[in-house]
């Protein structure tokens, strides 16, 4: 007895122990959370790193501290405001002694973005400051902000490929013919693409003939910004036969990009470090290839935006436009225009404006966020809409309430046209020997009927709704731009268009970002736009979720640049994308399943996405990418 009472004790004793260290670690943990902030006070001479792990966009989507947990990761965002004020307060900062672009692992961003960077980039460049770039394999969108670099470096087992815009687009007509889904499409619009995968098993010559033309002015404006930026690279020779060039460089790619004066230098990490170090200086007592480092998120939180002045309000529409609330980086109707009216009902708002970076979505929220932004105006400010990289379908409805559109030349937008699925599964059932029958005591009884079909009535009312809502949309687009409904309609059908176009059509009025559309917001105000500041009408994330997040993501900052691994080469970029292709598929069939009102949303747009995996398909695609061995 007396062997077992010890035993017990022991065991009692590790029991108490345990908990508590786990009680101090749950402590520590939540201090470390409540006190989790860039450290502003840490920054010291040294090369500022622009760290672009992961994706460019307008507004980052709150992040999920346990995605990562299971396995892989969701793609990390990087807010665009943050990028390019990091970068223009470098150019004159004489602490920043070079800039670094870490594009190892930079996945991109839409075309309108990425110039706004790559022209930050090309500004600290003039200033007279080094800026060095490093990959071991450039996209499209990272040769484009390395481009401007004062030095290109590539990883001598790495390289660049050019692809352009385009590609697959998947379609599920033929899938949806073998399970028995019987697609319902109600749509107004000849271009309104957003609906063919689910009614074709291919492009149709409309929508091929406006991807045609959008794709090739998107690609035109990049090789004119890559050839500017770097005149002497033998780019269009390398693009017209890069198969020849690779084969001629005995298939060694990093050889072909330094021989066609695509990159200035071919080194590994670990050279590219020591080569930072004789501008920025190395640390003492760290591994060789280390430089003194000024970390983003430091130098964002040293270099707040101004704060002085009156205040214009400034309201973001990012993202998919869905029924409901949404956090970052998914506009629902429900806070954007909650967020809106709170800000209005304070009153120190001076004028608004509306940043919009969305390909649509919910016709229904985009009319609801519509209808706050003209709360602004019932109270006497000046309304405008400054366009992002895209602003199509419902971007461009919720648009429609502003005094004047600023909008990028590369800004994707248009796609006036919406449409409605509804999916019903009576042929489906009827392969498992499921069938369907009941009592109806009028032509909509029980209807729309998901399992038993959808008759041709409801057919008939739904399709008329869809038409109405398309003549709702025109003479908003008619009032606000002043044209007749009949030019709307011409310029509309669903079509996409970009900036430039868009300018020339009457769709937007001026060029210009973000700063200039709240220069002329002040200047509507009757105020000087020396003396405004920019007010987001936003939730700020708490800084639990910051420092969770941190955590579950695996933050590289603290790392040292020698110490970092490698991004993927060329092979690793292409099971990137098979991943990234696997988890749009998974969303179109989300959108399918569970889209609720009438869609005003864009597809084409989707094809000049970054290759991002959602946080909501990751498990689901976790599992298939283990059944399937990708």
């Not at 990390?76 to 390019?84: N, S």
């Not at 033309?213 to 500017?228: D, I, N, P």
């Not at 292709?581 to 970054?610: F, I, M």
Request: hydrophobic share 45%.
């Amino acid at each position: 007895m007396k062997l077992v009472r010890g035993a017990w004790k022991i065991l009692v004793g590790i029991k108490d122990f345990l908990v508590l260290v786990l009680m101090l670690l749950f402590f520590a943990a939540l201090f470390a959370a409540l006190s989790y902030k860039p450290n502003k006070a840490a920054v010291s001479d040294g090369a500022l790193v622009v760290a672009l792990d992961g994706a460019l966009v307008e507004q980052p989507e709150e992040a999920d501290p346990f995605a990562n947990l299971g396995g892989g990761e969701v793609t990390k965002q990087h807010r665009l405001r943050d990028v390019l004020r990091a970068l223009e307060t470098a150019r004159t900062d004489d602490r920043v002694k070079a800039v670094v672009l870490d594009l190892d692992r930079f996945m991109g961003g839409y075309p309108a973005a990425v110039t706004e960077v790559a022209d930050a980039v090309g500004r600290v460049r003039a200033s007279g400051k080094k800026v060095l770039a490093y990959a071991t394999g450039y996209t499209d969108d990272g040769y484009a902000l390395a481009a401007n670099a004062s030095e290109i470096w590539v990883n001598p087992l790495g390289g660049t490929l050019f692809a352009g815009p385009g590609g697959t687009q998947l379609y599920y007509k033929g899938l949806m013919d073998k399970l028995g889904v019987n697609a319902h499409v109600y749509k107004v619009g000849k271009f309104k693409s957003a609906v063919e995968p689910y009614i074709r098993s291919d492009m149709s010559p409309e929508a091929r003939a406006a991807n045609d033309a959008l794709y090739g002015t998107l690609f035109a404006q990049w090789r004119e910004g890559v050839a500017k930026a770097r005149p002497k690279a033998r780019i269009a020779d390398y693009l017209a036969k890069p198969d020849e060039v690779v084969v001629g460089a005995r298939g060694d790619i990093a050889a072909s990009n330094l021989a066609y004066g695509l990159v200035d230098k071919v080194g590994d990490r670990l050279a590219f470090g020591k080569r930072v170090a004789e501008i920025a200086g190395a640390p003492t007592g760290k591994p060789a290839g280390s430089f003194k480092t000024i970390k983003l998120a430091d130098w964002v939180a040293a270099n707040p935006a101004p704060t002085g002045g009156d205040a214009i309000g400034v309201i973001t529409v990012a993202g998919e436009i869905v029924d409901g609330k949404a956090g970052p980086g998914h506009a629902g109707g429900d806070s954007v225009s909650a967020l809106l009216l709170k800000g209005l009902a304070e009153k120190k708002l001076k004028a608004l404006v509306v940043r919009v970076d969305s390909p649509g979505g919910s016709a229904m929220a985009s009319e609801q966020i519509r209808q706050a932004i003209l709360q602004a105006k019932a109270q006497g400010l000046p309304v405008v809409v400054s366009m992002g990289s895209l602003a199509a379908s419902g971007g461009y409805w919720v648009s429609t309430a502003g005094d004047t559109i600023f909008a990028e030349p590369g800004t994707i937008t248009g796609s006036i046209g919406i449409f409605g699925v509804l999916p019903s599964f009576e042929n489906s059932l009827a392969k498992i020997g499921v069938t369907t029958d009941g009592v109806r005591t009028t032509p909509l009884s029980g209807q729309p009927d998901v399992m038993g079909g959808i008759n041709p009535v409801t057919d008939r009312i739904l399709q008329a709704a869809i038409e109405s809502g398309y003549g709702r949309f025109v003479n908003l687009v008619a009032q606000s731009r002043k044209l007749t409904p009949q030019r709307v309609d011409e310029i509309g059908q669903g079509r996409v268009w970009i900036g430039g176009v868009a300018h020339q059509l009457k769709l937007v009025d001026r060029f210009g970002g973000i700063d200039a559309a709240i220069a002329e917001a002040a200047r509507r105000a009757k105020l000087d736009p020396a003396k405004v500041h920019a007010l987001y009408l936003e939730k700020a994330p708490s800084a639990w979720m910051q420092f969770a997040a941190s955590l579950a993501g695996g933050d590289k900052d603290d790392e040292d640049w020698a110490d970092q691994p490698a991004g993927a080469d060329l092979y690793g970029r292409i099971a990137l994308e098979r991943r990234a292709l696997l988890g749009q598929a998974l969303g179109d069939a989300r959108r399918l399943a569970l889209g609720g009102s009438v869609q005003a949303r864009c597809l084409e747009c989707a094809g000049l996405a970054p290759a991002m995996v959602r946080a909501e398909d990751k498990s689901l695609l976790d599992l298939l990418i283990a059944r399937i061995g990708l």
